[in-house]
């Protein structure tokens, strides 16, 4: 794997061009379920240039691209069949020893075409560096366990709540919530860049538009649960917690076709009650998130105010009318700050 790293590493050197600036808000934190997503309307950031060539040529190579959504999917399972039978070939009594070279010359050949492709949508998409390839994911993930400070009385058994996942690469992880804003910039933005993210969805301010979110799963990304209507999950009865999540678990299989194995409570808060109802329908994990980003700054759950390997960054689908500030322009906030630090977007599924 390692070997992987630093060939990629010399594939894309040189890539990344001045190094970004962030800002930061404090953010307090205290036990599990006591943080509440931030409301306060950050500032206004200015958008830099024409990102997305707003005028009919530009929404048909838009939809031109869309044709690759599974593409890259695609490419991630090609490059863990490259690795893996590149493995097995040098198991192999008689095979040749360059096997495993091989897969990963053509893994690096394949992320150097991908890191031309994002080199140019950054320049189009305002970027101040372009996006860092992440490694190949484990062949194996890696063990998640509650963090300390967040477990529930008896969790033994329950779901998972955790803010990094367990790992060494340099790498972390883009989660968006809710779903009340549907920018089709966003979803040519981050096809363009191809960068991974997972969105974690509430029913009441999805069903207006599920055809958003079905051209993003299209794309790959993976949707999850968020409850049916975001209430604060503890002050509800075991009963009308698990009609919440439960209920969303079941919609979201009917829209969408499969069945959310992650699930982030509202506001970050829940109690024994809200793991219960979760498992019962086939949750897995609870991510909550190490960081949060807004068009203009990043707030930190963590002491030392920075990124470590493995984060989850939190952000929400929203527009100017609440940010001051576009989904494109909280992209190119939260890639300034990740690229600059030398961390590389990765897919959460992949690891979790």
Known sequence: MWMCVLLVT??????????????????ATGKAGASASASAAPAHGQEPGSPGREDRKGEAAGRERDGDAGAREKGRERDRADSAEGRKRAGEK??????????????????????????????????????????LPPDEKPTITTRKGFEVDRHKGLPPVFTTVPTKQKVVFLTIDDGAEKDPKLLRMMSELQIPYSAFLSDY??????????????????????????????????????????????????RFGKRPRLFRPPYGSYNRDTLRAAKSCG????????????????????????????????????????????????????????????????RLEDYV
């Open 283 to 346: 949750v897995k994990a609870v991510p909550l998130w190490a960081a949060e980003a807004f068009p203009d700054h990043m707030e930190w759950r963590e002491w030392d105010r920075d990124l470590h390997p493995g984060d989850i960054i939190l952000t929400h689908f929203r527009g100017r009318t609440e940010w001051k500030g576009s989904m494109p322009d909280m992209i190119r906030n939260v890639m300034k700050v990740v690229t600059s630090k030398g961390y590389a977007v990765a």
């Open 10 to 27: 010399a594939v894309v050197s040189g890539c990344a061009a001045e190094p970004g600036q962030h800002g930061g808000g404090a953010r």
């Open 94 to 135: 008689g095979a040749p020893a360059a096997g495993p070279a091989e897969a990963l010359a053509a893994y690096a050949k394949r992320v150097k075409k991908i890191q031309a492709a994002r080199a140019a949508a950054a320049r189009r998409w305002g970027l101040r560096q372009t996006p860092l390839p992440a490694p």
């Open 205 to 254: 301010v999805v069903r207006d538009d599920y055809g958003y979110f079905e051209k993003m799963q299209d794309r790959g990304v993976r949707l999850h649960n968020h409850t049916l209507t975001h209430p604060y999950l503890p002050a509800l009865s075991y009963a009308k917690q698990k009609a919440e999540i439960c209920g969303q678990q079941a919609r979201i299989e009917k």
